[in-house]
């Protein structure tokens, strides 16, 4: 389903969605098989061109040939003006090869941008906005926080960003983790925030920065950080460093 302010929405089945997405798919597949057929166009086109110069410069190297033999000149002459009529008519043929291709090239450069007018289209209406997974990770965070009996606030940014119902899917039990050891080894105690002059109340950020091709989801807190001395001698104990 797509909800927006102010607008209608209406219910899509994700087969729907995923049918769409593989006509596009095959779409864009039929695009880059033009593209090869107009790469092909202009080798053929340069080949031609590449012919006529060669006979041209053939045609040249005849017309200064003396042979010594009158009757030999005379049909090394005849020949140049034969060879000079064939490279113009390659030249000109390669010219018209390039006319014809000139608005099927356009055409491609016109098709090219509608599909990827049409999947950045196609992929906004498949993104539903995080704020329900962000939702559920606040309630993660909480549920920690009464567990190891510290004080945490969450503060949610860019909730409205959307991204794909299947990769929040996929993204959720990670996040889940990431905010999890936030609460149990990021933030500190009330105690121990009293004592540096902290607010006792931790914060953990959730944020989601999008843009057209790509969303970045942060995870931050105001706790104490990693203890790096800590980690190093722990992954000497067990031979990992």
Request: charged share 30%; glycine share 8%; hydrophobic share 35%.
């Amino acid at each position: 389903e797509t909800v927006s302010d102010g607008e209608d929405s209406i219910s899509v089945k994700g087969e729907q969605l995923d049918r769409l997405l593989d006509m596009l798919t095959s779409l864009t597949m039929l695009d880059n098989q033009r593209d090869s057929r107009i790469d092909q166009f202009r080798e053929v086109n340069a080949n031609l061109t590449n012919c006529g110069n060669r006979i041209r410069d053939l045609g040249r190297v005849l017309s200064k040939v003396q042979a010594g033999d009158e009757r030999v000149d005379s049909a090394l002459r005849s020949a140049t003006n034969p060879l000079q009529e064939l490279a113009n008519d390659l030249g000109e043929i390669g010219r018209l090869l390039q006319d014809a291709c000139r608005p099927i090239r356009d055409e491609h450069v016109a098709m090219s941008n509608f599909i990827r007018q049409f999947r950045h289209a196609l992929v906004s209406v498949m993104r539903m906005p995080v704020t329900g997974m962000f939702r559920r990770l606040q309630r993660a965070a909480l549920d920690a926080a009464r567990v190891e009996r510290k004080q945490v606030r969450l503060e949610v940014i860019g909730s409205e960003a959307g991204l794909e119902r299947s990769v929040q899917e996929r993204l959720l039990d990670p996040l889940m983790h990431i905010v999890r050891n936030a609460v149990s080894h990021g933030i500190e105690s009330p105690e121990d925030r009293r004592s540096q002059g902290k607010d006792q109340v931790g914060t953990i950020t959730l944020e989601a920065i999008s843009a057209p091709n790509l969303l970045t989801l942060n995870v931050r807190d105001d706790g104490r950080g990693l203890d790096y001395e800590s980690l190093r001698r722990k992954g000497t104990e067990l031979g990992l460093l």
